[in-house]
Protein backbone atom coordinates (compact mmCIF):
# COMPACT_ATOMS: atom_id res chain seq x y z
CA UNK A 1 0.00 0.00 0.00
CA UNK A 2 1.33 3.44 -0.80
CA UNK A 3 2.29 5.99 1.68
CA UNK A 4 -0.17 8.22 0.92
CA UNK A 5 -2.82 5.70 0.82
CA UNK A 6 -1.87 4.64 4.67
CA UNK A 7 -1.75 8.13 5.56
CA UNK A 8 -5.43 9.16 4.68
CA UNK A 9 -6.50 5.67 6.39
CA UNK A 10 -5.08 7.22 9.61
CA UNK A 11 -6.11 10.12 9.25
CA UNK A 12 -9.86 8.48 8.63
CA UNK A 13 -9.19 6.41 11.35
CA UNK A 14 -8.50 9.27 14.03
CA UNK A 15 -11.30 11.35 12.43
CA UNK A 16 -14.08 8.34 13.66
CA UNK A 17 -12.06 8.03 16.53
CA UNK A 18 -12.47 11.50 17.78
CA UNK A 19 -15.85 11.33 16.31
CA UNK A 20 -17.01 9.05 18.44
CA UNK A 21 -15.46 10.07 21.59
CA UNK A 22 -17.50 13.10 21.32
CA UNK A 23 -20.90 10.86 20.89
CA UNK A 24 -19.78 9.05 24.20
CA UNK A 25 -18.93 12.17 25.83
CA UNK A 26 -21.95 14.17 24.99
CA UNK A 27 -24.17 10.83 25.78
CA UNK A 28 -22.47 11.09 29.31
CA UNK A 29 -23.00 14.34 29.90
CA UNK A 30 -26.20 14.30 28.60
CA UNK A 31 -27.44 11.17 30.81
CA UNK A 32 -26.25 12.68 33.84
CA UNK A 33 -27.51 16.10 33.11
CA UNK A 34 -31.17 14.10 32.86
CA UNK A 35 -29.99 11.92 36.20
CA UNK A 36 -30.03 15.12 38.39
CA UNK A 37 -33.48 16.54 39.85
CA UNK A 38 -35.21 19.12 39.14
CA UNK A 39 -36.38 21.38 41.83
CA UNK A 40 -39.79 22.98 42.09
CA UNK A 41 -40.03 25.04 45.25
CA UNK A 42 -43.03 26.55 46.28
CA UNK A 43 -43.61 29.37 48.74
CA UNK A 44 -46.50 30.94 49.60
CA UNK A 45 -46.25 34.42 51.78
CA UNK A 46 -46.77 33.66 55.65
CA UNK A 47 -48.21 30.94 55.81
CA UNK A 48 -47.14 29.58 59.56
CA UNK A 49 -46.34 25.74 60.08
CA UNK A 50 -49.42 25.73 62.65
CA UNK A 51 -51.96 26.30 59.90
CA UNK A 52 -51.37 22.71 58.10
CA UNK A 53 -53.53 19.71 58.28
CA UNK A 54 -50.05 17.83 58.34
CA UNK A 55 -49.11 19.82 61.23
CA UNK A 56 -52.22 18.75 63.43
CA UNK A 57 -54.24 21.98 62.67
CA UNK A 58 -57.92 19.94 62.47
CA UNK A 59 -59.71 23.23 60.94
CA UNK A 60 -57.89 24.08 57.74
CA UNK A 61 -58.09 22.13 54.80
CA UNK A 62 -54.87 21.29 52.95
CA UNK A 63 -55.77 18.03 51.29
CA UNK A 64 -52.98 18.12 48.71
CA UNK A 65 -49.98 19.93 51.30
CA UNK A 66 -50.86 16.96 53.05
CA UNK A 67 -50.55 14.62 50.61
CA UNK A 68 -46.99 16.32 49.31
CA UNK A 69 -46.29 15.91 52.85
CA UNK A 70 -46.99 12.07 53.25
CA UNK A 71 -45.10 11.37 49.68
CA UNK A 72 -41.85 13.01 51.01
CA UNK A 73 -40.45 14.06 54.69
CA UNK A 74 -42.21 16.49 57.00
CA UNK A 75 -39.35 18.77 58.74
CA UNK A 76 -41.95 19.69 61.44
CA UNK A 77 -39.23 21.75 63.37
CA UNK A 78 -38.65 24.73 59.97
CA UNK A 79 -37.77 27.92 60.86
CA UNK A 80 -37.51 31.40 59.36
CA UNK A 81 -33.69 32.95 60.91
CA UNK A 82 -34.98 36.01 59.81
CA UNK A 83 -38.64 35.99 60.15
CA UNK A 84 -40.02 38.62 57.75
CA UNK A 85 -40.17 39.01 53.84
CA UNK A 86 -37.04 40.19 52.15
CA UNK A 87 -34.55 39.19 54.48
CA UNK A 88 -35.91 35.81 54.55
CA UNK A 89 -35.94 35.14 50.64
CA UNK A 90 -32.20 36.55 50.79
CA UNK A 91 -31.58 33.93 53.18
CA UNK A 92 -32.99 31.13 51.25
CA UNK A 93 -31.34 32.06 48.03
CA UNK A 94 -27.73 32.80 49.79
CA UNK A 95 -27.64 30.14 52.42
CA UNK A 96 -26.35 33.18 54.14
CA UNK A 97 -27.62 34.88 57.41
CA UNK A 98 -28.85 38.14 56.69
CA UNK A 99 -26.11 40.17 58.55
CA UNK A 100 -23.54 38.40 55.92
CA UNK A 101 -25.93 38.63 52.86
CA UNK A 102 -26.78 42.41 53.62
CA UNK A 103 -30.58 41.99 53.94
CA UNK A 104 -31.17 43.22 57.06
CA UNK A 105 -34.21 45.26 56.63
CA UNK A 106 -37.11 44.95 54.31
CA UNK A 107 -36.92 46.42 50.97
CA UNK A 108 -33.06 46.70 50.52
CA UNK A 109 -31.58 45.51 47.28
CA UNK A 110 -29.53 42.27 47.57
CA UNK A 111 -26.55 42.84 46.25
CA UNK A 112 -25.43 41.86 42.63
CA UNK A 113 -22.40 39.88 43.90
CA UNK A 114 -24.28 37.60 46.08
CA UNK A 115 -24.15 33.75 44.97
CA UNK A 116 -27.32 32.28 44.82
CA UNK A 117 -28.61 28.46 44.42
CA UNK A 118 -30.03 29.87 41.16
CA UNK A 119 -26.55 30.78 39.94
CA UNK A 120 -24.97 27.60 40.75
CA UNK A 121 -27.30 25.15 38.92
CA UNK A 122 -27.76 27.65 35.98
CA UNK A 123 -23.93 27.47 35.61
CA UNK A 124 -24.33 23.63 37.01
CA UNK A 125 -26.77 23.25 33.29
CA UNK A 126 -30.25 23.71 35.28
CA UNK A 127 -32.87 26.16 33.15
CA UNK A 128 -33.78 28.42 36.24
CA UNK A 129 -37.26 29.87 36.60
CA UNK A 130 -38.49 32.77 38.92
CA UNK A 131 -42.52 33.50 39.02
CA UNK A 132 -44.64 35.84 41.20
CA UNK A 133 -43.27 37.68 44.25
CA UNK A 134 -39.34 38.75 43.88
CA UNK A 135 -39.06 41.51 46.44
CA UNK A 136 -35.35 41.57 46.40
CA UNK A 137 -34.61 44.19 44.14
CA UNK A 138 -35.21 47.12 46.63
CA UNK A 139 -36.25 50.31 45.56
CA UNK A 140 -40.10 51.78 45.11
CA UNK A 141 -42.24 48.49 44.81
CA UNK A 142 -44.41 50.09 42.00
CA UNK A 143 -44.59 49.32 38.88
CA UNK A 144 -42.14 46.44 40.10
CA UNK A 145 -40.15 45.45 37.06
CA UNK A 146 -36.51 44.05 37.53
CA UNK A 147 -34.92 44.05 34.62
CA UNK A 148 -32.56 41.30 32.92
CA UNK A 149 -29.34 40.56 34.06
CA UNK A 150 -27.56 40.84 37.64
CA UNK A 151 -30.28 41.72 39.39
CA UNK A 152 -32.33 37.90 38.93
CA UNK A 153 -29.63 37.07 40.83
CA UNK A 154 -29.42 33.57 38.41
CA UNK A 155 -32.76 33.49 37.09
CA UNK A 156 -33.12 33.07 32.94
CA UNK A 157 -37.08 32.43 32.95
CA UNK A 158 -38.83 35.75 34.36
CA UNK A 159 -42.25 36.36 34.94
CA UNK A 160 -42.56 38.72 38.34
CA UNK A 161 -43.52 41.74 40.34
CA UNK A 162 -41.34 42.73 42.52
CA UNK A 163 -43.77 43.62 45.95
CA UNK A 164 -47.26 43.74 45.51
CA UNK A 165 -49.82 42.35 48.15
CA UNK A 166 -53.20 43.00 45.20
CA UNK A 167 -54.01 39.81 45.66
CA UNK A 168 -57.03 40.22 43.13
CA UNK A 169 -55.71 42.61 40.52
CA UNK A 170 -51.62 42.04 40.29
CA UNK A 171 -49.40 41.93 37.06
CA UNK A 172 -46.07 40.94 36.31
CA UNK A 173 -43.37 41.31 33.93
CA UNK A 174 -41.14 39.32 31.67
CA UNK A 175 -38.39 40.97 30.06
CA UNK A 176 -39.13 44.37 28.73
CA UNK A 177 -41.30 47.19 31.25
CA UNK A 178 -44.70 46.47 29.79
CA UNK A 179 -46.71 45.47 32.73
CA UNK A 180 -49.01 41.81 32.00
CA UNK A 181 -52.53 41.93 34.02
CA UNK A 182 -52.97 37.90 35.60
CA UNK A 183 -56.47 38.55 35.17
CA UNK A 184 -56.98 36.19 38.36
CA UNK A 185 -56.90 35.58 41.90
CA UNK A 186 -52.96 35.67 42.20
CA UNK A 187 -52.40 32.16 43.70
CA UNK A 188 -54.35 30.82 40.46
CA UNK A 189 -52.12 33.08 38.18
CA UNK A 190 -49.09 32.23 39.77
CA UNK A 191 -50.13 28.47 39.00
CA UNK A 192 -50.98 29.02 35.15
CA UNK A 193 -47.35 30.75 34.30
CA UNK A 194 -45.73 27.36 36.00
CA UNK A 195 -47.76 25.00 34.78
CA UNK A 196 -46.65 26.87 31.23
CA UNK A 197 -42.85 26.49 32.47
CA UNK A 198 -43.15 22.78 33.10
CA UNK A 199 -45.02 22.05 29.83
CA UNK A 200 -41.88 23.93 27.81
CA UNK A 201 -39.54 21.42 29.95
CA UNK A 202 -37.29 19.28 27.52
CA UNK A 203 -34.47 17.51 28.78
CA UNK A 204 -32.32 20.01 30.24
CA UNK A 205 -33.17 20.05 34.50
CA UNK A 206 -35.16 22.68 35.93
CA UNK A 207 -35.30 24.90 39.12
CA UNK A 208 -38.37 26.92 39.19
CA UNK A 209 -39.16 28.59 42.31
CA UNK A 210 -42.90 30.10 42.89
CA UNK A 211 -43.69 32.45 45.18
CA UNK A 212 -46.85 33.56 45.58
CA UNK A 213 -48.73 36.43 47.47
CA UNK A 214 -51.41 34.57 49.41
CA UNK A 215 -52.28 33.79 52.10
CA UNK A 216 -50.30 37.24 53.39
CA UNK A 217 -52.50 40.15 54.66
CA UNK A 218 -55.21 41.58 53.37
CA UNK A 219 -56.97 38.39 54.29
CA UNK A 220 -59.07 37.60 51.67
CA UNK A 221 -59.93 35.00 48.96
CA UNK A 222 -62.25 34.06 46.64
CA UNK A 223 -65.54 33.75 47.71
CA UNK A 224 -66.06 29.73 47.40
CA UNK A 225 -62.82 29.33 49.42
CA UNK A 226 -64.38 31.80 52.03
CA UNK A 227 -67.53 30.03 52.19
CA UNK A 228 -66.18 26.62 53.73
CA UNK A 229 -65.13 28.76 56.97
CA UNK A 230 -67.39 29.73 59.73
CA UNK A 231 -65.37 32.37 61.69
CA UNK A 232 -67.53 30.98 64.94
CA UNK A 233 -66.31 27.42 64.75
CA UNK A 234 -62.85 27.82 64.34
CA UNK A 235 -60.88 26.19 67.49
CA UNK A 236 -58.57 28.75 68.74
CA UNK A 237 -54.79 28.61 69.85
CA UNK A 238 -54.52 28.84 73.79
CA UNK A 239 -52.34 31.55 73.70
CA UNK A 240 -54.81 33.42 71.15
CA UNK A 241 -56.10 36.89 72.64
CA UNK A 242 -59.21 38.29 71.46
CA UNK A 243 -59.57 41.75 69.92
CA UNK A 244 -55.83 41.80 69.05
CA UNK A 245 -55.80 43.82 65.36
CA UNK A 246 -55.41 41.57 62.23
CA UNK A 247 -56.14 38.73 64.70
CA UNK A 248 -59.39 38.27 65.02
CA UNK A 249 -61.72 35.18 64.16
CA UNK A 250 -62.69 36.50 61.10
CA UNK A 251 -59.38 37.14 59.90
CA UNK A 252 -57.78 33.73 60.92
CA UNK A 253 -60.95 31.93 59.07
CA UNK A 254 -59.89 34.24 55.67
CA UNK A 255 -56.18 33.43 55.93
CA UNK A 256 -57.42 29.78 56.48
CA UNK A 257 -59.64 30.17 53.24
CA UNK A 258 -56.59 31.72 51.19
CA UNK A 259 -54.43 28.84 52.44
CA UNK A 260 -57.15 26.50 51.11
CA UNK A 261 -56.75 28.40 47.58
CA UNK A 262 -53.10 27.92 47.80
CA UNK A 263 -53.41 24.42 48.34
CA UNK A 264 -55.46 23.58 45.67
CA UNK A 265 -52.81 25.44 43.44
CA UNK A 266 -50.65 23.14 44.47
CA UNK A 267 -52.59 19.55 43.34
CA UNK A 268 -52.63 21.47 40.54
CA UNK A 269 -48.92 21.20 40.23
CA UNK A 270 -48.15 17.26 41.50
CA UNK A 271 -50.64 16.92 39.15
CA UNK A 272 -48.82 18.65 36.05
CA UNK A 273 -45.83 17.05 36.81
CA UNK A 274 -47.71 13.62 37.14
CA UNK A 275 -49.30 14.30 33.85
CA UNK A 276 -45.90 15.28 32.10
CA UNK A 277 -43.69 12.11 33.77
CA UNK A 278 -41.69 14.89 35.79
CA UNK A 279 -43.09 13.89 39.12
CA UNK A 280 -40.47 11.15 40.10
CA UNK A 281 -36.97 13.32 39.41
CA UNK A 282 -38.60 16.30 40.60
CA UNK A 283 -37.81 17.70 44.24
CA UNK A 284 -40.92 19.44 45.18
CA UNK A 285 -40.34 21.82 48.15
CA UNK A 286 -43.00 24.15 50.18
CA UNK A 287 -42.00 26.03 52.62
CA UNK A 288 -43.19 29.83 53.72
CA UNK A 289 -40.54 33.24 54.74
CA UNK A 290 -42.63 33.14 57.87
CA UNK A 291 -45.49 33.03 60.02
CA UNK A 292 -48.27 35.51 61.25
CA UNK A 293 -49.06 35.54 65.15
CA UNK A 294 -52.65 36.02 64.35
CA UNK A 295 -53.52 37.68 67.86
CA UNK A 296 -51.36 34.39 69.45
CA UNK A 297 -49.83 36.41 72.80
CA UNK A 298 -51.69 39.11 71.66
CA UNK A 299 -49.67 40.15 68.79
CA UNK A 300 -49.87 40.61 64.87
CA UNK A 301 -47.68 39.37 62.25
CA UNK A 302 -44.14 38.60 62.03
CA UNK A 303 -40.66 39.51 63.37
CA UNK A 304 -41.06 37.93 66.39
CA UNK A 305 -39.64 35.15 68.58
CA UNK A 306 -42.71 33.54 69.31
CA UNK A 307 -43.91 29.46 66.99
CA UNK A 308 -46.31 31.60 65.04
CA UNK A 309 -43.88 33.65 63.61
CA UNK A 310 -40.46 31.76 63.28
CA UNK A 311 -41.80 28.00 62.29
CA UNK A 312 -43.08 27.58 58.79
CA UNK A 313 -43.36 24.58 56.79
CA UNK A 314 -40.63 22.25 55.46
CA UNK A 315 -41.67 19.59 53.19
CA UNK A 316 -39.76 17.75 50.48
CA UNK A 317 -41.08 15.17 48.58
CA UNK A 318 -38.09 13.24 45.62
CA UNK A 319 -40.12 9.76 45.02
CA UNK A 320 -36.44 8.98 43.15
CA UNK A 321 -34.63 8.79 46.20
CA UNK A 322 -36.51 10.20 49.22
CA UNK A 323 -38.27 7.68 51.46
CA UNK A 324 -42.17 8.56 51.21
CA UNK A 325 -44.33 9.25 54.76
CA UNK A 326 -41.49 9.86 56.96
CA UNK A 327 -41.42 12.96 59.57
CA UNK A 328 -38.59 14.45 61.31
CA UNK A 329 -37.83 17.22 64.46
CA UNK A 330 -34.47 17.59 62.97
CA UNK A 331 -33.95 21.43 62.86
CA UNK A 332 -34.15 22.70 59.61
CA UNK A 333 -33.98 26.67 58.80
CA UNK A 334 -34.02 28.62 55.75
CA UNK A 335 -29.96 28.91 55.23
CA UNK A 336 -29.94 25.26 55.18
CA UNK A 337 -32.20 24.91 51.57
CA UNK A 338 -29.79 25.70 49.44
CA UNK A 339 -26.53 24.16 50.80
CA UNK A 340 -29.18 21.02 51.07
CA UNK A 341 -30.71 20.89 47.20
CA UNK A 342 -27.52 21.98 45.88
CA UNK A 343 -25.68 18.31 47.33
CA UNK A 344 -29.16 16.49 46.06
CA UNK A 345 -28.43 18.17 42.24
CA UNK A 346 -24.54 16.90 42.78
CA UNK A 347 -23.10 20.74 42.97
CA UNK A 348 -21.04 21.43 45.67
CA UNK A 349 -22.15 23.80 48.21
CA UNK A 350 -19.82 27.07 48.32
CA UNK A 351 -17.80 27.57 51.98
CA UNK A 352 -19.20 30.88 51.51
CA UNK A 353 -22.84 29.40 52.41
CA UNK A 354 -23.81 29.26 56.66
CA UNK A 355 -26.27 26.30 56.53
CA UNK A 356 -26.64 23.19 57.20
CA UNK A 357 -26.44 20.27 54.11
CA UNK A 358 -29.32 17.94 55.40
CA UNK A 359 -28.72 15.84 52.30
CA UNK A 360 -27.96 12.93 53.97
CA UNK A 361 -30.68 12.72 56.40
CA UNK A 362 -33.72 13.00 53.29
CA UNK A 363 -31.51 9.77 51.55
CA UNK A 364 -31.80 7.41 54.60
CA UNK A 365 -28.16 7.81 56.13
CA UNK A 366 -26.93 9.20 59.09
CA UNK A 367 -25.33 12.44 59.40
CA UNK A 368 -24.81 15.19 62.27
CA UNK A 369 -27.55 17.42 62.69
CA UNK A 370 -28.16 20.70 63.92
CA UNK A 371 -28.60 21.20 67.35
CA UNK A 372 -29.90 24.86 67.46
CA UNK A 373 -31.75 27.37 65.42
CA UNK A 374 -30.40 31.01 65.58
CA UNK A 375 -32.40 33.73 64.88
CA UNK A 376 -32.39 37.59 63.99
CA UNK A 377 -33.86 40.90 63.64
CA UNK A 378 -32.20 43.73 63.42
CA UNK A 379 -34.44 46.99 64.20
CA UNK A 380 -37.62 48.15 64.56
CA UNK A 381 -41.13 48.42 62.82
CA UNK A 382 -44.08 49.98 64.30
CA UNK A 383 -46.46 48.45 61.99
CA UNK A 384 -46.10 45.04 63.57
CA UNK A 385 -45.42 45.98 67.11
CA UNK A 386 -41.62 45.25 66.70
CA UNK A 387 -40.29 47.48 69.24
CA UNK A 388 -36.31 46.52 68.63
CA UNK A 389 -33.64 44.43 67.22
CA UNK A 390 -32.84 41.18 69.18
CA UNK A 391 -31.38 37.61 68.58
CA UNK A 392 -32.63 34.42 69.66
CA UNK A 393 -31.39 30.48 69.80
CA UNK A 394 -33.94 27.97 69.80
CA UNK A 395 -33.18 23.92 70.76
CA UNK A 396 -35.53 20.90 70.33
CA UNK A 397 -36.92 22.28 74.00
CA UNK A 398 -36.16 25.60 74.63
CA UNK A 399 -36.40 29.28 72.84
CA UNK A 400 -34.49 32.08 74.48
CA UNK A 401 -34.04 35.59 72.41
CA UNK A 402 -32.85 39.02 73.95
CA UNK A 403 -32.48 42.22 72.70
CA UNK A 404 -29.58 44.55 72.64
CA UNK A 405 -28.91 44.55 76.46
CA UNK A 406 -31.05 42.36 77.98
CA UNK A 407 -32.35 38.91 78.06
CA UNK A 408 -36.07 39.39 76.77
CA UNK A 409 -38.15 35.90 76.52
CA UNK A 410 -37.30 32.26 77.23
CA UNK A 411 -39.56 29.05 77.06
CA UNK A 412 -39.76 25.86 77.79
CA UNK A 413 -41.34 24.19 75.06
CA UNK A 414 -42.09 20.32 76.36
CA UNK A 415 -43.82 22.09 79.04
CA UNK A 416 -45.08 25.23 77.65
CA UNK A 417 -45.88 24.61 74.21
CA UNK A 418 -47.56 27.70 73.46
CA UNK A 419 -45.05 29.87 75.15
CA UNK A 420 -47.87 31.49 78.13
CA UNK A 421 -44.84 31.50 80.64
CA UNK A 422 -41.75 33.50 79.88
CA UNK A 423 -38.72 31.99 82.41
CA UNK A 424 -36.67 34.87 81.98
CA UNK A 425 -35.48 35.78 85.35
CA UNK A 426 -36.83 32.85 86.97
CA UNK A 427 -34.45 31.78 89.41
CA UNK A 428 -34.95 28.05 88.74
CA UNK A 429 -33.88 28.34 85.14
CA UNK A 430 -30.47 30.86 86.13
CA UNK A 431 -28.39 28.12 84.79
CA UNK A 432 -30.04 27.66 81.57
CA UNK A 433 -30.83 31.15 80.58
CA UNK A 434 -26.88 31.74 80.80
CA UNK A 435 -26.04 28.51 78.89
CA UNK A 436 -28.91 29.58 76.64
CA UNK A 437 -27.04 33.13 76.65
CA UNK A 438 -23.55 31.77 75.95
CA UNK A 439 -24.41 29.49 73.26
CA UNK A 440 -25.71 32.47 71.91
CA UNK A 441 -22.69 34.59 72.06
CA UNK A 442 -20.57 31.55 70.58
CA UNK A 443 -22.85 31.56 67.44
CA UNK A 444 -22.49 35.45 66.73
CA UNK A 445 -18.70 35.35 66.90
CA UNK A 446 -18.75 32.35 64.97
CA UNK A 447 -20.96 33.76 62.41
CA UNK A 448 -19.55 37.25 62.64
CA UNK A 449 -22.72 39.07 64.11
CA UNK A 450 -21.10 41.88 65.58
CA UNK A 451 -24.34 43.73 66.33
CA UNK A 452 -23.01 46.46 63.02
CA UNK A 453 -25.94 45.56 61.44
CA UNK A 454 -28.51 46.57 63.37
CA UNK A 455 -30.42 50.10 63.26
CA UNK A 456 -32.86 51.83 65.38
CA UNK A 457 -34.71 54.56 63.42
CA UNK A 458 -38.29 53.48 61.90
CA UNK A 459 -36.83 53.05 58.69
CA UNK A 460 -39.11 50.52 57.41
CA UNK A 461 -42.09 52.15 58.75
CA UNK A 462 -44.57 54.49 56.08
CA UNK A 463 -42.55 52.93 53.24
CA UNK A 464 -39.74 55.78 54.36
CA UNK A 465 -36.87 52.61 52.85
CA UNK A 466 -38.30 52.66 49.80
CA UNK A 467 -40.96 55.24 48.74
CA UNK A 468 -38.19 57.15 46.67
CA UNK A 469 -34.74 55.71 46.13
CA UNK A 470 -32.74 52.35 46.20
CA UNK A 471 -30.46 51.18 49.09
CA UNK A 472 -28.25 48.38 49.72
CA UNK A 473 -27.63 49.16 53.30
CA UNK A 474 -29.78 50.89 56.05
CA UNK A 475 -26.71 53.13 56.53
CA UNK A 476 -26.79 53.87 52.88
CA UNK A 477 -30.04 55.00 53.17
CA UNK A 478 -29.87 57.41 56.38
CA UNK A 479 -27.41 59.58 54.61
CA UNK A 480 -29.05 59.92 51.84
CA UNK A 481 -32.07 61.31 53.62
CA UNK A 482 -30.19 63.56 55.74
CA UNK A 483 -28.85 64.99 52.24
CA UNK A 484 -32.61 65.02 50.32
CA UNK A 485 -35.28 65.35 53.24
CA UNK A 486 -38.72 64.09 52.32
CA UNK A 487 -40.56 67.09 51.40
CA UNK A 488 -42.81 68.98 54.24
CA UNK A 489 -46.49 67.79 53.83
CA UNK A 490 -48.82 70.78 52.33
CA UNK A 491 -51.30 72.70 54.68
CA UNK A 492 -54.54 72.17 54.44
Not at 76 to 104: D, E, I, S, W
Not at 330 to 340: Q, R
Not at 459 to 473: P, S
Amino acid sequence: MKKESRGIIEIVLVTIRSALFLTILVAVVNGQMRERPNILFILPDQLRAQSLGCMGNSDVITPHIDRLAAEGMLFRQTFANTPVCCPARANLLTGKYAHRNGMVANDLRLRESEITIAELLRDAGYRTGFIGKWHLDGGPREPGYVPPGERRQGFDFWAAHECSHRHFDNHYFRDDPTPIRLGKYEAEGWTDLAIQFLQAQGSQPFFLMLQMGPPHDPYKAPGRYEALYDPLRLIMRPNWIDGTRMGSRQDIASYYAQITAVDDQVGRLLSALRELNLDRQTIVVLSSDHGDMLGSQGRRLKRKPWEESIRVPGIIRYPDRVRPGQQTDALLTHVDFAPTLLSMCGVKPPRSMQGADLSRLLLGQSQPLPDAAFFQIFGPFEGDETAHSWRGIRTDRYMYAREKTRPWVLYDLLKDPYQQTNLVGDPEYSRLQAEMDRRLARWRRRTGDDGSADWTELVEDRGRLYNRATFYTVEEFLQWERQNPPPAPKNR
